[in-house]
């Protein structure tokens, strides 16, 4: 897999700006390893373990034990697939069913999360300014992740 097919170029990225919305989840100590189009993080901490942080779901996934594994295709075919979700991509870009094309500093987001009932169809994905997503997704999760306990 081509995994810069399904990445947004984060050269010229403000790193800081796009990772401080999520310091209440993820510390303050994760550096970007790759941002995928659907606007998803692959991160790691200066111990060089390896995490996804979703944005869409809220959540801090761990996934390895050496960041390097991510570059040495030791991560298995289904967490490759969770990070990328290429099917997904390829359908939004796809012209004649999602025709979704990103322009540079943008990502695909949900219109409604999941968790708030939207579905993982095409027609609930937009194209997004990649600073907006990340800001405006922490602040949702974090106000759901603050309501009360049952």
């Not at 097919?5 to 999520?22: A, F, G």
């Not at 200066?46 to 996934?63: M, Q, R, V």
Request: net charge negative; proline share 3%; aromatic share 12%.
């Amino acid at each position: 897999m081509d995994t810069t097919r399904y990445t947004v170029n984060i050269i010229n990225l403000d790193r800081k700006k796009l990772l401080d919305p999520w310091e209440w989840l993820i510390g303050k100590d994760k550096e970007i390893i790759v941002v995928t189009k659907i606007g998803d993080v692959v991160l790691k901490d200066p111990d060089n373990k390896l995490y996804l942080l979703s944005t869409a779901d809220g959540t801090l996934e761990f996934l390895s034990n050496y960041s390097d594994d991510f570059y040495k295709n030791r991560l298995s075919a289904e967490q490759y697939y969770e990070i990328f979700q290429p099917r997904f991509v390829e359908d939004l870009e796809d012209t004649e069913q999602g025709n979704k094309q990103l322009k540079d500093g943008q990502v695909y987001a949900y219109t409604i999360l999941p968790i708030l009932g939207g579905s993982c169809v095409l027609e609930n994905i937009y194209c997004v300014d990649i600073y907006e997503h990340f800001v405006s997704s922490a602040a949702t999760h974090r106000e759901i992740d603050e309501l009360p306990k049952k």
